[in-house]
Structures are given as C-alpha cells and as structure tokens.
C-alpha cells in the first residue's frame, strides 16, 4: 500500500522477526542469492505452533498457487486444511519466483518439516500439475494424493454442461452402480470427454476409491 516494492522485500525479514516477537511459535525462511547483493529467491512462513495446529485439522491438506501481480510478479504458494466444523483453514505460504520441481520441493519439505513429518498418512489434494505430481510423492511416500475434481471437469473439453454435471455426480458416488450410471450418461451423450475422464486414475478422484475419502469427498472445490 506504502512505499515501493523493492523496499517492501527489504524489510521482509525484519517483519517476519517482527511476528516472532508476539508469536514465538511463528516459523519463516528467507532463501536469497550467494552474492553480496543478497537478492531474494523465495521465502516460506507459517503461524504456530505447526504441530499443534495440524493436530485438530483433518488429515487432508490441499496446495495450489496463484500468481502476484505488481514490479517483480513471483507465485504464491499456499496449503489450506479443513477444522472440524468444516471451516477453512490456512496452513503455510511460500513465496516463489516461478513454478519449479525445485520450488515445490521447498515448499513442501519445509511445510512436511513443520507440520507432518515425512512418515505421516494423509490426504494432498492438488490440480494436475506434472510438477506437483512428481514431487508430491518424493517428499510424502506414505500421503494418498488425489486431483481436484473440479479441475478436471472444467478441463473437460466439451459443450455440453451435462457431461460436466455427470462427472460430478459420478465424483461423489457412493456405490459402483450409481458410478456407472453416471459414467453411462457421459458415454452415451460424449464418448471423446469419457475417454479424457478415463484417461484418469479413478482413484485419484472418485471418492469410493479413495482410502481417506471421508476426509476427501467434498473439499475438492476448495481449491478453486
């Protein structure tokens, strides 16, 4: 709102040490370049304490970015969590150049390290990013990663608001009939959008397949 963008950054650490002062639990890292002019890379914060938090949150967290507008641009990365009155819940937030395999890998080594460990299971809902695909599992073996259903309707190529509607339905199903059914509708009516469905794991999005789907089912949409 103040001042200039480039000075905004300067005082990123000295803000951060600020929070600390009332929030002992409060976790930062500020990654900058080798060289002496110390240029800022990325950055990581979390409100504490992590640990304790994550403890009443259900088991499932769901991460995805947004782009920052302004002089020097970069990307948000955030992790949203769901409390048990079904409320959200922001998690952690990293602030990131550009969408790598290696910022995604800081981020969520340094959100792991503070609130899951490497040995916890849980559900990660994410879109489908190839880059998040590959590191998800590197730095959480044991999570259940499934895609944002929402997603993958819009990315539906398809006239036809029916097809989308039907792959919704047939997201939530609670049994395999009322799964084919639905499935049925979408091939009768758009064979080439069933082919780009099925082309998913089903496990990655169909809630019945989903061993933590009780967790899941639902909270997809919060992505968008």
């Known amino acids: 709102m103040r001042g200039s963008f480039g000075h905004a950054y300067q005082l990123l650490k000295s803000y951060f040490a600020e929070v600390r002062l009332v929030d ?41 970015r947004t782009f920052l507008k302004g ?14 009155s079904n409320h959200i819940f ?3 937030f990293s ?12 981020f969520l080594e340094m959100f792991g390290s503070n609130f899951h460990g490497y040995d916890t299971r849980f559900a990660v809902i994410s879109d489908r ?18 895609f944002c259903a929402f997603h993958i309707s819009n990315n539906i190529k398809t006239t ?14 609670l049994t395999n009939i009322d799964f084919d059914k639905h499935m049925n509708a979408i091939r009768n009516t758009d064979p ?24 899941v089912r639902c909270h997809s949409v919060l992505l968008n």
């Not at 602030?95 to 800081?106: G, L, Q, R």
């Not at 989308?164 to 047939?170: G, L, P, Q, T, W």
């Not at 080439?192 to 967790?215: A, C, D, H």
Request: aromatic content about 14%; glycine content about 2%.
């Open 95 to 106: 602030i990131i150049d550009s969408e790598t395999t290696e910022s995604w890998t800081y």
């Open 160 to 173: 036809l608001e029916s097809t989308r509607i039907a792959f919704r339905m047939a997201v939530e199903a």
């Open 192 to 215: 080439v959008s069933l082919q780009y469905i099925l082309g998913i794991p089903k496990e990655t999005w169909f809630n019945l397949y989903i061993p933590m789907s009780r967790y």
């Open 24 to 64: 002992s639990d409060f976790v930062f890292d500020i990654q900058t370049t080798s060289c002496k002019d110390k240029r800022f890379t990325k950055c990581f914060w979390c409100f504490g304490p992590p640990q304790k938090t994550y403890k009443l949150l259900r088991p499932v967290v769901m991460i995805d």
């Open 90 to 92: 922001l998690l952690a």
């Open 71 to 84: 002089r020097y641009r970069g990307t948000l990365l955030t992790t949203i969590a769901i409390d048990p």
């Open 129 to 146: 990013n190839p880059k998040i695909i590959n590191v998800v599992p590197k730095v959480f073996p044991f999570a259940i990663h499934t």
